[in-house]
């Protein structure tokens, strides 16, 4: 089902997919002459917080999480890229280190292209320098989207726009298109509340109809009811 009119999918999404989209043809193959494939399992390190960077990721297959840790080792989820995302290119263009971490929440399948290809073809291509423009400002409006929730939403509210931006990410998956293969740590990073809140607002979602579980898959059964708790619906639907 569409979340078109039920919920803002677009202000949860960085829209990193759009970038490499429809590039004029010989800056794709510039893009693609020395790039790599390689198979990633759930739980590898693309990369990792402070490294330097070498090029950046495509991801054809899979979900991975970016996220940072604190001092105590907990992680905090920051975004969610799904198939073909890119993820990698912030710390080549603002020649730095790595910001944060990266890691395939399920077996991947990532291309990589080295640093020096993605910069020849951008300081060349004035039409990926604009899509990497415009997808950075629309990354910058989904943080703050991101920052404003976790001030002044509820945990409840957190963890049903959590669970409808994740359905979006696995629905391109050769899958079930309503069914998120996620653990319950991720997913409480995610939501950035307690693991042990998560499972009782599950619990009460699953009692409302609105999902169920088997093992740490969650299969999304009303996706409008968890639009309503969300309090994004634009439309007054009732609770059951």
């Given at each position: 089902?569409?979340?078109?009119?039920?919920?803002?999918?677009?202000?949860?999404?960085f829209?990193?997919?759009?970038?490499?989209?429809?590039?004029?043809?010989?800056d794709?193959?510039?893009?693609?002459?020395?790039?790599?494939?390689?198979?990633?399992?759930?739980?590898?390190?693309?990369?990792?917080?402070?490294?330097?960077?070498?090029?950046?990721y495509?991801?054809?297959?899979g979900?991975?999480k970016?996220?940072?840790?604190d001092?105590?080792?907990?992680?905090q989820i920051?975004?969610?890229?799904?198939?073909?995302?890119?993820?990698?290119?912030?710390?080549?263009?603002?020649?730095?280190?790595y910001?944060?971490s990266?890691?395939?929440?399920?077996?991947?399948?990532?291309?990589f292209i080295?640093?020096?290809?993605?910069?020849?073809?951008?300081?060349?291509?004035?039409?990926?320098?604009?899509r990497?423009?415009?997808?950075?400002?629309?990354?910058y409006?989904?943080?703050?989207?991101?920052?404003?929730?976790?001030?002044q939403?509820?945990?409840?509210e957190?963890v049903?726009?959590?669970?409808i931006?994740?359905?979006?990410?696995?629905?391109?998956?050769?899958?079930?298109?309503?069914?998120?293969?996620?653990?319950?740590?991720?997913?409480?990073?995610?939501?950035?509340?307690?693991?042990?809140?998560?499972?009782?607002?599950?619990k009460?979602?699953?009692?409302?109809?609105?999902?169920y579980?088997?093992?740490?898959?969650?299969?999304?059964?009303?996706?409008?009811?968890?639009?309503?708790?969300?309090?994004?619906?634009?439309?007054?639907?009732?609770?059951?």
């Amino acid at each position: 089902m569409s979340l078109a009119g039920i919920f803002p999918i677009d202000q949860w999404n960085f829209k990193s997919q759009s970038i490499l989209k429809s590039i004029p043809s010989e800056d794709h193959d510039r893009l693609c002459v020395n790039m790599t494939v390689e198979s990633y399992n759930k739980g590898d390190v693309i990369f990792k917080e402070g490294a330097v960077p070498s090029g950046i990721y495509y991801i054809q297959k899979g979900i991975v999480k970016k996220y940072k840790v604190d001092r105590d080792g907990r992680e905090q989820i920051i975004y969610v890229a799904g198939s073909t995302e890119l993820i990698g290119y912030h710390a080549i263009l603002a020649e730095d280190r790595y910001p944060d971490s990266a890691t395939a929440i399920e077996d991947c399948i990532i291309a990589f292209i080295p640093k020096e290809d993605f910069l020849e073809v951008l300081h060349n291509s004035v039409i990926l320098s604009q899509r990497l423009l415009k997808n950075m400002s629309h990354e910058y409006a989904v943080l703050t989207n991101n920052i404003a929730v976790f001030t002044q939403r509820t945990a409840r509210e957190r963890v049903a726009i959590t669970l409808i931006v994740l359905r979006e990410k696995y629905k391109n998956e050769e899958a079930n298109e309503d069914t998120i293969n996620i653990s319950r740590s991720d997913l409480s990073n995610m939501a950035g509340i307690a693991k042990e809140n998560l499972v009782r607002i599950l619990k009460e979602f699953k009692t409302l109809g609105i999902l169920y579980t088997e093992g740490r898959k969650i299969t999304i059964t009303d996706i409008r009811m968890l639009a309503e708790i969300s309090s994004y619906s634009n439309k007054s639907l009732k609770l059951r």
